[in-house]
């Protein structure tokens, strides 16, 4: 595989995950974990999500879109009914939280719960499929898999870091509400389009 190819993969992989909701996922893990933490759970999920995808290969594309699809919907509009449901934490009950969080909160904890939620929405996500679809035309699963791995890698960085950037400027309530909101689109975008 050329540079080129290589790069085009990293690219296309990167800008496919971007706006999907585990960037958003992680940035709402940000408010309440160590960005360190995340990004090395995430990285984890995501690189077992792509050797799964390369191992597969077209296997992956054969399962019924129409099934796939019910499945995210209902996914993305249980996340927003979620984030907008969950009560907010006055100042004194976050404080008390952040404290009782300090000493029973683990960084093994928190990668596991990084790796966890990355594992299971990237689970037959739109980047799984294209890297299984890449395996099969370019047949060099190791250069897709390294380019795919490298390129979420770097979304789960930015949405890891990103996120604790964020919620020094917009207030974490505002974040929430923007993750639900989007959530609820793409649930409702998944429903219609069916």
């Known amino acids: ?25 992680m940035i ?14 995430a990285s984890i999920g995501f690189v077992v999500q792509m050797g799964v995808a390369v191992l597969a290969g077209g296997l992956l594309t054969l399962l019924p879109s129409h099934l ?3 499945v995210v919907a209902l996914l993305f509009l249980g996340g927003a009914g979620f ?11 976050k404080g008390e939280h952040d404290a009782q969080s300090e000493q029973t909160s683990t960084r093994l904890k928190e990668m596991a719960t990084a790796f966890s939620v990355i594992f299971i ?4 996500d739109f ?24 390129a979420l890698i770097s979304v789960s960085f930015l949405g ?7 919620q020094r400027v ?19 975008y998944t429903l219609v389009r069916l």
């Open 1 to 25: 595989m050329s540079v080129g190819a290589f790069l085009g993969i990293f690219a296309l992989m990167f800008l496919i995950e971007l706006p999907d909701k585990t960037m958003i996922a």
């Open 28 to 41: 709402v893990m940000s408010t309440r974990a160590r960005p360190s933490s995340i990004v090395t759970g």
């Open 68 to 70: 796939k699809d019910v």
């Open 83 to 93: 984030l907008l449901l969950s009560r907010e934490e006055t100042a004194e009950e």
């Open 121 to 124: 929405s990237e689970f037959g």
């Open 127 to 150: 980047s799984q499929i294209q890297a299984a679809n890449f395996t099969v035309k370019t047949h060099q699963p190791l250069e897709v898999f390294l380019a795919a791995s490298l």
């Open 160 to 166: 890891a870091y990103g996120g604790q950037f964020l």
């Open 170 to 188: 917009v207030p974490i309530k505002w974040i929430r509400r923007g993750a639900a909101l989007v959530f609820g689109v793409l649930g409702i």
